[in-house]
């Protein structure tokens, strides 16, 4: 699927999915993506009989993205095994080298690897690409998120756009935005970063892991069509 970079259509991905109500909610809404959480301290969290059915109700067109913290890669293996995924994004600490094996072991999934960025920037990421370089396993995309110490994700904070912008690398891998995404800034993050995906969990919830189908409209409006320009927002809304 083609994202922003490209010119055409944003890629989005709602994360946190936790039912299969909302799961058809978020796909109504015209999202491309979701994620499933098995990170067990998150307040999102699923378990593989939850994510399995979430991905049973969704229609062919919507990507379920497995989300994993630190998880051994026999325990992603065996939840890919049993859920049908076509990502995973990796969001902890991870090293090359186990994301080298996780590349073995699943080789028809696309690994999305998550960076938390700081007041530092995203320049230590370049070691880690190549690092993964060398061990022929570079992600297909990378996930940029707020660092916020003691968490992996879905804090709400965003990030520094500017910097992110001025500091990507051209030769890096596909960019997908995340960090405190709204209905409210998601449009001029995308001006600013020109990502070509977008990552939003909290953004669109009434609480930890309850998606609001209102609010994931919003977000996926302001996310196609915000960055042509506000007169063209008015005429297709």
Known sequence: MSGGDDGEAMWIKICGITSAADARAVAACGA????????????RAVDAAVAAEVVGSLPDRIEPVGVFVNHPVDSIADICR??????VQLHGGESPELCAELVRRVPELRIIRAWRMGADGVGALRAHLDALAA??????ACLID???????????QT???????????ADWPRLILAGGLTPANVAEAIRVVRPWGIDTAGGVETSPGRKEA????????????GVMGETAMRGRV
């Open 159 to 169: 990030i520094d756009w500017s910097a992110l912008a001025r500091d990507w690398q």
């Open 146 to 156: 707020a660092s916020v110490s003691g968490r992996y994700g879905g804090t709400g």
């Open 214 to 225: 209102e609010r994931v409209r919003q977000f996926v409006q302001a996310a196609r069509y």
């Open 135 to 140: 061990l022929d396993a570079l992600p297909w």
């Open 82 to 87: 049993g859920v049908p995924l076509a990502a």
């Open 32 to 43: 491309d993506a979701i994620g499933l959480n098995f990170y067990a301290a998150s307040p």
